[in-house]
């Protein structure tokens, strides 16, 4: 597709569930992160692929969260024994390396809602 | 550490009017980026307008520009002639370095802007 693609839109998990949040990036583009952003906040970063290497993983709250990119396209953020401070909106953009590489390209997200 | 500083919480401005988003930034580099994106009720963020640090001219995308304040720190967004579709949240942000790479951006909390009839 022409922009980042995500799934679920819209996912609801009980306290203690996994879930996956799947990430489908523009086409060429190396570079990929995922960003948090709680209600009423702006974005927060989690990671950051280059290809199928994460090479930043800072802003991953706990060790139940966990990315992948195995082939250096689809990414999957996974979130392990699901806890209500989970809830929030993940975004996932991307972008190419060469270019003078100034802007990220942005997915409309996937909103998780632990309950 | 970055941080960036949205002061103004909601804006309400009239069709056809300009308005100015606020926007300062706290950085000790001396090679940074600032971006502007747009966040409709969508939820996708778009792209608005880019400034580097070492860029001497002012940023203008349209109807949008920059006024980029170095010295005081300051990227305000300049939306000319606003339209109804302009309606949305904006968020201003900084990315440590000028190419990209892995460099992350750091996001300010937002500005609701209202566009009235």
């Known amino acids: 597709g022409a922009g980042v693609s995500q799934s679920p839109r819209y996912k609801v998990a009980k306290r203690g569930q996994d879930v996956a949040l799947r990430c489908d990036p523009i086409?060429?583009?190396?570079?990929l992160f995922w960003y948090q952003q709680a209600l009423g906040q702006g974005p927060e970063f989690l990671t950051y692929f280059q290809n199928e290497a994460q090479l930043d993983k800072s802003g991953l709250p706990s060790d139940r969260f966990f990315a992948e990119r195995p082939e250096g396209s689809v990414s999957t953020l996974k979130i392990q024994r699901t806890q209500q401070e989970d809830s929030a909106v993940y975004l996932c953009a991307s972008s190419l390396k060469r270019e003078p590489d100034r802007v990220l390209f942005f997915g409309s997200g996937t909103q998780l809602s632990v309950l | 550490a970055q941080k960036i500083t949205q002061t103004q919480p909601g804006m309400f401005v009239q069709e056809k009017e300009a308005v100015t988003l606020d926007c300062t930034y706290d950085t000790s580099d001396q090679s940074y980026g600032l971006f502007w994106y747009k966040q409709p009720s969508s939820g996708e963020m778009i792209f608005l307008i880019y400034?580097?640090?070492?860029?001497?001219q002012n940023a203008t995308e349209g109807r949008y520009s920059l006024n980029f304040q170095k010295a005081r720190k300051s990227a305000n967004l300049v939306i000319s002639a606003s339209q109804l579709g302009d309606s949305a949240m904006y968020f201003c942000a900084m990315r440590e370095g000028l190419t990209g790479g892995g460099n992350k951006l750091t996001f300010g909390t937002g500005t609701q802007l209202k566009v009235e009839l």
């Open positions: 086409s060429g583009h190396v570079s």
């Open positions: 400034q580097g640090s070492y860029d001497e």
